[in-house]
């Protein structure tokens, strides 16, 4: 029998809106002893049934899998699956041949909070964020298999660093279906090795597809410097956007590889680009003036937590100030923060003061932020996490 969890008395208002989260400060008590990661049933003050989800030890007590009273087994998963599947199809990333890369399943986004699927040409990357998700991680590759049918032929597990340590699940990465060492995917027509045995995240920053289109319709006759450029998304587009030249710099020298086999991949022998292993803030401070008249900046997430706030907001102005102040004059500069605990407008004004203190005239040209395969839940506003500026600097 599964646990029930009872809520206090009108701690079931979020849930009537459809939030998925339940915070353990709502719990009344507990009906039965639930193991972290079981599926439990919860109750409001009234007895009455209201949500069923994955219990976790922390202060989201319980991710909400479904309003119905509906078991959580295979059968669940391919409905759920299915549902992200058609969305991507509508919105032409699944079965486009110009690009097999996108994400199938974005946690709450596709409610199937604590879960992201990746799929990078014929070999899908799951990720658990969530001790549930980990624990019932074969019925969902199962469901995978089932939804995805020939499309599929690789499941790679990947949940060693994004599960709570505490949980001690001796969670490792693998391949739950196939193994195929086959690692080059197709973005828009541009290929690109995806490191998901080793790589951050699932191996490639899937979100920034639609970014890297923008780019590369800026980049004809530019000198760009893609700063943080990881696998080096935002090089091959603007190489093929017709850059001038485009050095990619991160301050990891795997990174550098990265980013030197991705462009070998797509662009062979060209001399317009360089990769320098550097800090950012180092590589901004001695690069010469006017050096460069289109610049990414797309830095790690600054705040993890909404602790580190302030902190990361003085961050994102020091970093963008040694970009307004180097960039050449009619230069544009793209950037972005990834920080979920960073929203919108505070985002905007940490460029903003950055703006001011370099006393250049700057204009909003474009607001970005996450593609469509990463949708926002209406009723989780917390699902909105990339944002980024396109600035004309005069
Ligand atoms: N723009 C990339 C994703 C960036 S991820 C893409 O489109 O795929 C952030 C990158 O910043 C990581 O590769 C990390 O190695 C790098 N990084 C972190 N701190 C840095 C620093 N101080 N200087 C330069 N690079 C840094």
């Known amino acids: 029998m599964p646990s029930i969890i009872h809520l206090k008395p009108g701690k079931d208002d979020s849930l009537r809106r459809f939030h998925p989260w339940i915070f353990s400060g709502a719990i009344h008590h507990i009906e039965g002893k639930p193991q972290e990661g079981d599926v439990v049933r919860v ?36 409905q759920r699956l299915n549902a992200a599947l058609n969305v991507r199809r509508s919105i032409g990333l699944a079965d486009n041949p110009q690009n097999d ?9 596709d409610n199937l909070p604590g879960l992201v699927i990746d799929i990078y040409g014929p070999t899908a990357v799951v990720q658990a964020h969530s001790v549930g998700m980990h624990v019932c991680r074969q019925q969902v590759a199962e469901a995978l298999k089932d939804v995805m049918g020939d499309r599929l032929q690789n499941i790679f597990y990947k949940s060693e660093t994004t599960l709570p340590f505490k949980a001690d699940l001796g969670q490792e990465n693998g391949f739950l279906l196939g193994g195929d060492a086959n690692d080059v995917a197709m973005e828009n027509g541009l290929r690109f090795h ?47 956007g017709g850059a001038k030249l485009v050095h990619s710099v991160d301050s990891s020298a795997k990174a550098v590889d990265l980013v030197n086999d991705n462009i070998r ?63 050449r004059s009619g230069g544009i500069l793209f950037t972005f923060s990834c920080s979920q605990a960073v929203n919108k407008d505070q985002f905007r004004m940490a460029v903003f003061t950055a703006a001011a203190q370099s006393g250049r005239s700057v204009r909003i040209l474009h607001q970005l932020h996450q593609p469509a395969d990463h949708p926002v839940n209406i009723y989780h506003p917390e699902g909105e996490y990339l944002k980024g500026l396109v600035l004309y600097v005069e």
């Open 43 to 78: 109750c409001t003050a009234n007895g009455e049934f209201i949500a069923v989800g994955h219990w976790q030890i922390g202060t989201i007590a319980v991710r909400v899998l479904s309003f119905e009273n509906e078991n959580i087994d295979t059968s669940f998963f391919k």
């Open 101 to 109: 890369t996108y994400r199938l399943v974005h946690g709450e986004g």
């Open 194 to 240: 995806i490191d998901w045995l080793r790589g951050q995240k699932t191996g490639f920053f899937v979100d920034q597809r639609d970014n890297r289109s923008l780019l590369e319709r800026y980049s004809r006759g530019r000198s760009v410097l893609n700063m943080f450029c990881y696998t080096g998304g935002f090089s091959v587009y603007a190489m093929r």
């Open 265 to 327: 991949l797509n662009f062979p022998d060209d001399p317009r680009h360089e990769a320098f292993a550097e800090d950012a803030f180092r590589f901004l401070q001695q690069m010469q003036q006017d050096a460069y008249d289109l610049i990414i900046l797309d830095p790690p997430a600054f705040a993890k937590h909404k602790d580190a706030l302030r902190n990361a907001l003085k961050g994102y102005t020091r970093l963008n100030a040694r970009a307004f102040e180097k960039i």
